[in-house]
């Protein structure tokens, strides 16, 4: 068989598991705004601009969970992605 060691450590940090969480609330916010017919990348762009929650669908609960993380801690998260995925 393969040689598989799941013994392993992988070690993480907190960054690491904001991140994760961060990058899941959005594609979950995203997928709730698509199933309401709503283009995502505008309706998270308004609300990011404008700090206006009515942009975001409470569909899904996806309001309420958008605004549990600071805006700027969202901008942060997406000006990185685009900047490390070059």
Avoid: C, W
Wanted: proline share 1%; hydrophobic share 30%.
């Amino acid at each position: 068989m393969g040689d598989h060691n799941n013994s392993r450590t992988m070690l993480f940090t907190s960054e690491d598991i904001k991140r994760e969480n961060l990058k899941q609330l959005l594609k979950e916010v995203s997928e709730a705004l698509q199933e309401r017919g709503y283009n995502a990348v505008n309706q998270i762009s308004g609300y990011l601009i404008s700090n206006d929650p009515a942009y975001i669908s409470s569909h899904k609960n996806a309001r309420n969970n958008i605004q549990q993380v600071e805006r700027y801690e969202i901008i942060e998260e997406l000006v990185r992605f685009y900047l490390e995925s070059e």
